[in-house]
């Protein structure tokens, strides 16, 4: 398998679950990110974890919480979400953490919460 | 801090013509352009970049931006599209000096035989 992948590719959640995302990119990158994409608004930068370190949390809620076990792999786990958190939630991978790094993404997790 | 304008959220042609997708910046510092694509049910997928060097930039399916310090811009453009063309195009900037890059809302481009 090859590129990044992203598990599950849809799922739908109450308020109360708990789940997570999982992520895996195959390229040999050192860097993940993860992006949320809703309706009508601009694609957010989430985290950033840079060889296996967080880099970066761009304000995100604490209801969201990222895991990155090693280099290949991201998770992010919810817990307690709101309505306004359904999204297409997107993983992305780069051989470092310079933006200037081409980022290849994963076909998204499209999330819906009742 | 950076941010990014597409004008058009959706932009629908007929098959074989010409095609531009707007694209603005807020800062004229030190910038790094992107545009991306994003075919229905798929992640996004680099089109092309400019960090340095020539203006403009093409991608290996007929698409070109030029990068326009005066005004700021970013446009893609493509002389003659096809339907497979069909897709969202998000434009995003990266100032110096910066690790987050900032996307604009895209553009839907539908390519109508």
């Known amino acids: 398998e090859t590129g990044v992948t992203q598990t599950p590719r849809h799922l739908v959640m109450g308020m109360t679950n708990k789940k997570s995302l999982k992520c895996e990119q195959h390229?040999?990158?050192?860097?993940m990110y993860w992006y949320k994409q809703s309706a009508k608004k601009p694609l957010e930068l989430m985290f950033v974890?840079?060889?296996?370190?967080?880099?970066e949390n761009n304000s995100v809620p604490s209801r969201f919480s990222p895991e990155c076990p090693n280099s290949s792999h991201l998770f992010l786990h919810l817990h307690t979400l709101q309505p306004e958190d359904s999204a297409l939630y997107l993983c992305?991978?780069?051989?470092?953490?310079?933006?200037?790094?081409?980022?290849?993404f994963g076909p998204g997790t499209r999330l819906t919460v009742l | 801090a950076q941010s990014v304008t597409q004008l058009d959220s959706q932009v629908p042609v007929f098959e074989e013509a010409p095609v531009e997708l707007r694209c603005n910046y807020s800062?004229?510092?030190?910038?790094?352009l992107f545009w991306y694509v994003q075919y229905p049910n798929q992640g996004l997928q680099l089109l092309l970049k400019?960090?340095?060097?020539?203006?403009l930039v093409e991608s290996i399916n007929g698409f070109e931006a030029e990068f326009n310090k005066s005004q700021t811009s970013f446009h893609l453009r493509k002389p003659s599209v096809h339907i497979s063309d069909t897709a969202e195009y998000f434009c995003?900037?990266?100032?110096?000096?910066?690790?987050?890059?900032?996307f604009g809302k895209g553009t839907k481009l539908t390519v109508n035989p």
């Open positions: 992305a991978s780069s051989q470092a953490a310079s933006m200037s790094d081409t980022q290849y």
């Open positions: 390229l040999g990158h050192n860097a």
């Open positions: 974890y840079n060889f296996k370190e967080q880099t």
């Open positions: 800062s004229s510092v030190s910038v790094y």
């Open positions: 400019y960090l340095s060097g020539s203006t």
């Open positions: 995003a900037a990266l100032q110096g000096g910066s690790e987050k890059l900032v």
